[in-house]
Nanobody
């Protein structure tokens, strides 16, 4: 069964850190461009970051550049999102997904297999 499972979310104070994991089963995650997205209450889903399936090139949305880092561990069939210097506006449900195509994109329409999401709340 093809499945993506996110984990690592939680409640953290502003300025804190979290590491999200996206683990695949039923297929090899390294064969796909993998992206992280988030959705805040009342807002549309937003692309946060993605990583290439070929050379580990990465893309970040402007608001997280320099604070978030996406990476792969192919032996664990997992993609991570390290989130540092978290802000209240980073709050939302975070999803990982695999892309339909081989180019890097932060558009959710370019992704097909989605995990169930993990909640991240940044609050004091």
């Amino acid at each position: 069964q093809v499945q993506l499972v996110e984990s690592g979310g939680g409640l953290v104070q502003p300025g804190g850190s979290l590491r999200l994991s996206c683990t695949a089963s039923g297929f090899t995650l390294a064969d796909y461009v993998t992206g992280w997205f988030r959705q805040a209450p009342g807002k549309e889903r937003e692309g946060v970051s993605c990583i290439s399936s070929v050379d580990d090139r990465t893309v970040y949305t402007t608001s997280v550049r320099g604070r978030f880092t996406i990476s792969r561990d192919n032996a664990k069939n997992t993609v991570y999102l390290q989130m540092n210097s978290l802000k209240p506006e980073d709050t939302g449900v975070y999803y990982c997904a695999t892309a339909r195509y081989t180019w890097l994109s932060l558009a959710s329409v370019d992704y097909r297999n989605w995990g169930q999401g993990t909640q991240v709340t940044v609050s004091s």
